[in-house]
Protein backbone atom coordinates (compact mmCIF):
# COMPACT_ATOMS: atom_id res chain seq x y z
CA UNK A 1 0.00 0.00 0.00
CA UNK A 2 1.31 3.07 -1.05
CA UNK A 3 1.81 5.08 2.38
CA UNK A 4 2.50 9.15 3.79
CA UNK A 5 4.34 8.65 7.15
CA UNK A 6 4.29 11.20 9.53
CA UNK A 7 5.51 11.11 13.25
CA UNK A 8 2.20 12.34 14.93
CA UNK A 9 3.37 14.30 17.90
CA UNK A 10 2.83 16.60 19.65
CA UNK A 11 6.07 19.01 19.45
CA UNK A 12 6.15 20.97 21.98
CA UNK A 13 7.93 23.95 21.06
CA UNK A 14 8.68 27.43 22.74
CA UNK A 15 8.10 30.24 21.45
CA UNK A 16 10.82 31.90 19.00
CA UNK A 17 12.40 28.79 18.51
CA UNK A 18 13.01 27.26 15.06
CA UNK A 19 10.99 23.31 14.63
CA UNK A 20 11.13 20.90 11.86
CA UNK A 21 9.33 18.05 11.20
CA UNK A 22 9.68 15.05 8.13
CA UNK A 23 7.86 13.33 6.07
CA UNK A 24 8.29 10.04 4.39
CA UNK A 25 6.82 8.55 1.25
CA UNK A 26 6.80 4.86 -0.19
CA UNK A 27 5.58 5.81 -3.78
CA UNK A 28 9.10 6.60 -5.24
CA UNK A 29 7.48 7.22 -8.90
CA UNK A 30 5.41 10.50 -6.84
CA UNK A 31 5.60 13.61 -8.31
CA UNK A 32 3.64 16.74 -6.10
CA UNK A 33 4.58 17.07 -2.52
CA UNK A 34 2.60 19.71 -0.40
CA UNK A 35 2.20 20.94 2.95
CA UNK A 36 -1.15 21.69 4.38
CA UNK A 37 -1.94 23.24 8.15
CA UNK A 38 -5.03 21.88 9.78
CA UNK A 39 -6.41 23.93 13.05
CA UNK A 40 -8.50 22.06 15.44
CA UNK A 41 -11.75 21.11 14.30
CA UNK A 42 -11.31 23.34 10.94
CA UNK A 43 -10.80 22.35 7.27
CA UNK A 44 -7.74 21.88 6.26
CA UNK A 45 -5.93 24.63 3.98
CA UNK A 46 -2.31 24.52 1.64
CA UNK A 47 0.56 26.47 3.41
CA UNK A 48 3.14 25.44 0.69
CA UNK A 49 4.23 22.98 -2.46
CA UNK A 50 7.58 22.00 -2.07
CA UNK A 51 9.42 21.93 -5.16
CA UNK A 52 12.47 19.71 -6.02
CA UNK A 53 14.75 22.92 -5.55
CA UNK A 54 13.10 23.46 -2.09
CA UNK A 55 11.04 27.00 -1.48
CA UNK A 56 11.23 29.07 0.89
CA UNK A 57 8.40 31.86 2.25
CA UNK A 58 8.91 34.23 4.96
CA UNK A 59 9.86 31.72 8.11
CA UNK A 60 8.82 28.88 6.68
CA UNK A 61 11.18 26.04 4.65
CA UNK A 62 9.92 23.23 2.98
CA UNK A 63 12.45 20.55 1.48
CA UNK A 64 12.40 17.49 -0.45
CA UNK A 65 14.89 14.66 -0.73
CA UNK A 66 14.06 11.99 -3.63
CA UNK A 67 16.93 9.75 -2.83
CA UNK A 68 15.37 9.66 1.02
CA UNK A 69 11.78 9.47 -0.05
CA UNK A 70 11.07 12.12 2.62
CA UNK A 71 9.97 15.84 2.93
CA UNK A 72 10.66 18.56 5.54
CA UNK A 73 9.14 21.26 6.82
CA UNK A 74 10.61 23.84 8.97
CA UNK A 75 9.44 26.76 10.97
CA UNK A 76 11.66 29.26 12.20
CA UNK A 77 11.02 32.23 14.77
CA UNK A 78 8.19 29.96 15.57
CA UNK A 79 5.00 32.11 16.92
CA UNK A 80 2.00 30.82 18.95
CA UNK A 81 0.02 31.36 15.99
CA UNK A 82 1.89 28.47 14.36
CA UNK A 83 0.31 26.10 16.86
CA UNK A 84 -1.71 23.17 14.32
CA UNK A 85 -1.48 20.40 12.60
CA UNK A 86 1.04 19.83 9.68
CA UNK A 87 -0.61 17.61 7.07
CA UNK A 88 1.72 16.11 4.29
CA UNK A 89 -0.21 15.14 0.80
CA UNK A 90 1.81 13.68 -1.82
CA UNK A 91 0.07 13.44 -5.09
CA UNK A 92 0.02 10.37 -7.80
CA UNK A 93 0.55 11.62 -10.77
CA UNK A 94 -0.88 8.11 -12.41
CA UNK A 95 -4.36 8.94 -11.02
CA UNK A 96 -4.45 12.26 -9.58
CA UNK A 97 -4.75 11.16 -5.89
CA UNK A 98 -3.60 13.03 -2.97
CA UNK A 99 -2.01 10.32 -0.44
CA UNK A 100 -2.73 12.49 3.04
CA UNK A 101 -0.25 11.90 6.07
CA UNK A 102 -2.25 11.42 9.21
CA UNK A 103 -0.45 14.72 10.65
CA UNK A 104 1.97 16.46 12.92
CA UNK A 105 0.89 18.43 15.62
CA UNK A 106 2.36 21.16 16.57
CA UNK A 107 2.19 23.30 19.99
CA UNK A 108 3.70 26.56 20.20
CA UNK A 109 3.99 27.75 23.99
CA UNK A 110 5.16 31.34 25.59
CA UNK B 1 -15.12 34.07 -3.12
CA UNK B 2 -13.94 30.95 -4.12
CA UNK B 3 -15.26 28.63 -1.31
CA UNK B 4 -16.80 25.12 -0.93
CA UNK B 5 -19.80 24.87 0.87
CA UNK B 6 -21.00 22.04 2.93
CA UNK B 7 -24.42 21.44 4.53
CA UNK B 8 -25.29 20.82 7.09
CA UNK B 9 -22.27 21.77 9.32
CA UNK B 10 -23.42 19.61 12.35
CA UNK B 11 -26.13 16.81 12.36
CA UNK B 12 -26.94 14.17 15.09
CA UNK B 13 -29.34 11.47 13.89
CA UNK B 14 -30.26 8.13 14.48
CA UNK B 15 -29.30 4.40 12.96
CA UNK B 16 -30.93 3.79 9.90
CA UNK B 17 -32.08 7.21 8.87
CA UNK B 18 -30.92 8.27 5.77
CA UNK B 19 -29.59 11.39 5.39
CA UNK B 20 -27.57 13.12 3.27
CA UNK B 21 -24.51 16.04 3.27
CA UNK B 22 -24.39 18.43 0.09
CA UNK B 23 -21.24 20.14 -1.05
CA UNK B 24 -20.96 22.85 -3.66
CA UNK B 25 -17.95 24.30 -5.27
CA UNK B 26 -18.13 27.68 -7.31
CA UNK B 27 -14.26 27.73 -8.93
CA UNK B 28 -15.63 25.34 -11.84
CA UNK B 29 -13.41 22.55 -10.38
CA UNK B 30 -13.30 19.20 -12.48
CA UNK B 31 -12.44 16.68 -9.63
CA UNK B 32 -14.26 16.60 -6.22
CA UNK B 33 -14.26 14.08 -3.25
CA UNK B 34 -15.40 12.98 0.43
CA UNK B 35 -13.01 12.48 3.37
CA UNK B 36 -13.75 11.42 6.96
CA UNK B 37 -11.55 12.49 9.34
CA UNK B 38 -10.99 10.42 12.91
CA UNK B 39 -8.94 10.71 15.62
CA UNK B 40 -5.77 9.37 14.87
CA UNK B 41 -6.57 8.42 11.55
CA UNK B 42 -6.42 11.11 9.62
CA UNK B 43 -8.06 12.15 6.32
CA UNK B 44 -9.82 8.91 4.44
CA UNK B 45 -11.17 9.47 1.05
CA UNK B 46 -14.27 7.85 1.02
CA UNK B 47 -15.66 8.76 -2.66
CA UNK B 48 -14.07 11.34 -5.69
CA UNK B 49 -15.15 12.32 -9.07
CA UNK B 50 -13.33 13.81 -11.93
CA UNK B 51 -15.79 15.00 -13.98
CA UNK B 52 -19.90 14.90 -14.36
CA UNK B 53 -21.07 11.70 -14.05
CA UNK B 54 -17.73 9.88 -13.03
CA UNK B 55 -17.11 8.39 -9.77
CA UNK B 56 -15.31 6.24 -7.84
CA UNK B 57 -14.73 4.64 -4.71
CA UNK B 58 -11.68 5.73 -2.10
CA UNK B 59 -10.30 3.99 0.85
CA UNK B 60 -13.45 3.81 2.64
CA UNK B 61 -16.60 3.52 0.23
CA UNK B 62 -19.03 1.47 2.39
CA UNK B 63 -22.17 2.60 3.41
CA UNK B 64 -21.66 5.48 1.53
CA UNK B 65 -23.00 6.73 -1.92
CA UNK B 66 -22.71 9.71 -3.79
CA UNK B 67 -23.71 11.20 -7.39
CA UNK B 68 -22.08 13.90 -9.77
CA UNK B 69 -24.86 15.03 -12.01
CA UNK B 70 -23.59 18.44 -12.26
CA UNK B 71 -20.15 20.03 -12.01
CA UNK B 72 -20.54 22.07 -8.95
CA UNK B 73 -22.53 20.01 -6.85
CA UNK B 74 -21.01 16.19 -4.85
CA UNK B 75 -23.38 15.18 -2.38
CA UNK B 76 -23.01 12.58 -0.02
CA UNK B 77 -25.68 10.22 0.78
CA UNK B 78 -25.66 8.07 3.51
CA UNK B 79 -28.77 5.14 3.28
CA UNK B 80 -28.81 3.68 6.61
CA UNK B 81 -26.50 5.34 8.79
CA UNK B 82 -24.92 3.42 11.49
CA UNK B 83 -22.81 4.98 14.94
CA UNK B 84 -19.21 3.86 13.18
CA UNK B 85 -19.99 6.49 10.47
CA UNK B 86 -20.09 9.23 13.57
CA UNK B 87 -17.16 11.38 12.38
CA UNK B 88 -16.12 14.69 10.81
CA UNK B 89 -17.26 14.69 7.23
CA UNK B 90 -14.92 17.04 4.48
CA UNK B 91 -16.06 17.69 1.17
CA UNK B 92 -12.58 19.03 -1.61
CA UNK B 93 -12.19 20.07 -5.05
CA UNK B 94 -9.78 21.04 -7.38
CA UNK B 95 -9.03 21.44 -10.89
CA UNK B 96 -6.79 18.81 -12.45
CA UNK B 97 -2.92 20.62 -13.54
CA UNK B 98 -0.49 19.53 -11.52
CA UNK B 99 0.29 21.57 -8.47
CA UNK B 100 -3.88 22.50 -7.74
CA UNK B 101 -4.63 23.79 -4.59
CA UNK B 102 -7.22 21.49 -3.18
CA UNK B 103 -10.19 23.40 -0.86
CA UNK B 104 -11.82 22.06 1.52
CA UNK B 105 -15.12 22.83 2.98
CA UNK B 106 -15.73 23.66 6.56
CA UNK B 107 -16.78 20.22 7.52
CA UNK B 108 -19.58 18.52 8.58
CA UNK B 109 -19.80 16.83 12.08
CA UNK B 110 -22.07 14.10 12.16
CA UNK B 111 -23.29 11.93 14.84
CA UNK B 112 -25.13 8.43 14.55
CA UNK B 113 -26.94 7.62 17.94
Known amino acids: RKEVEQDPGPFNVPEGATVAFNCTYSNSASQSFFWYRQDCRKEPKLLMS?????NEDGRFTAQLNRASQYISLLIRDSKLSDSATYLCVVKEDSNYQLIWGAGTKLIIKP | EAQVTQNPRYLITVTGKKLTVTCSQN?????MSWYRQDPGLGLRQIYY???????DKGDVPEGYKVSRKEKRNFPLILESPSPNQTSLYFC????????????FGPGTRLTVL
Open chain 2, 92 to 103: ASRGLADGSEQF
Open chain 2, 49 to 55: SMNVEVT
Open chain 2, 27 to 31: MNHEY
Open chain 1, 50 to 54: VYSSG
